[in-house]
């Protein structure tokens, strides 16, 4: 059983930057790949960033694709998404999510465990 708690969401200007963070608890933290998805009200959940296991495959949604970094310390079983220039339309509810495989993608269907959520705001 893992479980997930994200922090680090709140209220920003455009263009600023956010730093979230996810606490992972259970042993299997450094063998699985994680996740970091979002949703806007009125909308479906969106894929933001995958990271693998060992920190040395990552993938993003084209819509934060050199804006966004996600990274992983497993000594501390977290990982981070880095959000800079943020921009209004970035506002959603910021999921992360773990998948017991070693790599994963962008389908939501694949993640096993997924922490409450933290809310991004970006203001314009």
């Known amino acids: 059983q893992v479980q997930l708690v994200e922090s680090g969401g709140g209220l920003v200007q455009a263009g600023g930057s956010l730093r979230l963070s996810c606490a992972a608890s259970?042993?299997?933290?450094?063998?699985?790949?994680m996740g970091w998805f979002r949703q806007a009200p009125g909308k479906e959940r969106e894929f933001v960033a995958t990271i693998s296991w060992s920190g040395g495959d990552t993938s993003y949604a084209d819509s934060v694709k050199g804006r966004f970094t996600i990274s992983r310390d497993n000594a501390k079983n977290a990982v981070y998404l880095q959000m800079d220039s943020l921009k209004p339309e970035d506002t959603a509810v910021y999921y992360c999510?773990?998948?017991?495989?070693?790599?994963?993608?962008?389908?939501?269907?694949?993640?096993?465990?997924w922490g409450q959520g933290t809310q991004v705001t970006v203001s314009s």
């Open positions: 259970g042993s299997t933290f450094s063998n699985d790949a």
């Open positions: 999510a773990a998948d017991r495989r070693a790599y994963s993608g962008s389908d939501y269907r694949d993640y096993d465990y």
